[in-house]
C-alpha cells in the first residue's frame, strides 16, 4: 500500500500586514513625545517644518519620487513576467541579467560624475525617456529585442539610484531650507519608495490579466507613467546649475573624491549594502521554495517591503536625542545586526516562518540604513560631487553581483548559502567602515569651488 503526502501551501498570516501599518504609524505620530531635544531645536525644527513653502516642496517631491518609484518597480516586476513568457530558461535569464549588470558596470559607474557636472534634471529626463521608449517599443513591435530592454532599464535603474536624491538636496539648499529637515526627506523617501513598489506590484498583476497586448497592458501603462513624470519633470522642476565643463569637473571630482579618507569609508560601506541587499533579493525566493516548499511568494513581497517602510520610520528616533550617540555609531550596529541576520540564514536550514521573520527584520534594518547613509552623505560628501560619488561607489558592487549571477547562477559553483555569507561579511566591513569613520571624526566639508 503507498503512502501519500499531501502537499500542503505555506500561508503568510493577514495580521502581520496590520502589525506593520499599525507599528509604522505608531512610529511616527508617537516619537514627538519622547523626543528629548531642546527646546531651541525643537521650535527651529518645528518653525521650518512648519513653513508652507517647505512642506510644498517636500510633498511635490516626494509624489514625483513615488510616481518615479511605481515606474521603476513595474518595469521589475513586468521584466520578469516577460523573459518566463517568451521561454527563456533559467540560465537565459542570468545571462540577461548579467548583460544588465555589466552595462551598469561600464556606463552607469560614470553616469553620476557626468550628470553633476551637465545638470540632474536632465537625467531625470532620461530617466522617464528611457521608460517610455520601452513601453512604446514593446507595444508596437511584435518581437521586441528583451536585450536592448533589460539594457536600457538597467541604466535607468542606475540613474534612479543617485539623481532624485543629488537633485532634491540641491534644490533643498538652493531654497534655503535647514539641514535638519533633509532627515524627514529622506527616511519618508525610502518609506514612499517602498510603498510605490508594493504599488507597482499590484499595478502589474492587475495588468497582466489583460495581456501583454491590450489596452490595459503593463507595457500602455508604463507609457502613461512615464509620459506624466516627464512632463512633471520638464515643468514642475528647475534644472541644478551646471558646474564647470566635464573635462574640469572630472579632474576635481578624482582629486577631492580620492583625496579623502571618509568619502572612501562611506563608499565602501554603500557598496557593501547595495551588494547585501541585491543578494537578498535574488536568493529570498530560492531560500524560501528550497527543497520543493511551496510558498505564496507573491503575498511575502508585500510584507518585506512593509517591513523596510516600517524600518526607514525609525530614524527619526535614532536622530531624536534620545541616546547620545553619534550617526555612525547607530549605522555601526545597524550593520552589525544585518549581518547577524544574513548569518543566520547562510549557515542554517530554516523553517519557512522563521526564514519569513528573519528576512523581514533584514529588511527593516536596511530600511533604517538607506536613510541613514543619505544623511552621511550630506554631512561627508558636497553636493557638487554627490550623485558621482554614489554611482562610483556601486561599481564594486556590480562587479560583484555580476560574478554572483556568473559563477553562483550560470556555472553553479558557488552555493546559494556560500553567497549569502559573503554578502553577510560585507555588512560586517561596512560596519568596520563605519568604526574607522568614527575614529577619523567629522569636519565640516566646504563647497568645492569656494575653497
Partial sequence: MGVVI??????????????????????????PHFSNRTTSSISDVNAVSSSFSFISFQRKFLFFYSLSSVLEGLSLVYGEFEMVDIGLTKQQMIVLLSAGCLASLIFGTFLGMISDAIGHKKFCLLFSILHLIMGVWKTLAAHP????ANICLSLASSIFSFSFETWMVLEHDKQGYRQDALNDTFWLMI???????????????????????SLISPSVITMLLATINLALTARGWSESPARRRLKEHRAEFFAYIFGDKRIWLLGCAQACLHFSVAVFWILWA????????????????????GARMLGSTVLPWTLSGLLSLRIEDYLLYEFISAGILLSIVAYDYQEI?????????FQAVAGLILPSLSRLRTMYVPNEFRAGMISLSLAPANAAILCVLIQGGYYKNIYNSSIAAFAALGLFLAAGCMHLLKNLGKQPHQSWHKQ
Avoid at 503568510?12 to 506593520?20: A, W
Avoid at 529585442?145 to 536592448?148: E, L, S, Y
Avoid at 516562518?353 to 527584520?361: H, I, S, W
Fill in 286 to 305: 530560492p531560500t524560501i521554495v528550497a527543497d520543493g516548499r511551496e510558498v505564496q511568494l507573491g503575498l511575502i513581497i508585500p510584507c518585506l517591503l
Fill in 353 to 361: 516562518g522563521v526564514l519569513v521573520a528573519l528576512f523581514c527584520l
Fill in 6 to 31: 499531501d502537499s500542503e501551501v505555506w500561508k503568510l498570516n493577514p495580521s502581520v500586514f496590520i502589525f506593520i501599518i499599525v507599528a509604522s504609524f505608531l512610529s511616527i505620530f508617537v516619537l
Fill in 191 to 213: 518609506f514612499s519608495e517602498s510603498a510605490s513598489l508594493i504599488a507597482s506590484q499590484v499595478l502589474g498583476n492587475w495588468a497582466l490579466g489583460y495581456g501583454s497586448k
Fill in 145 to 148: 529585442t528583451v536585450w536592448i
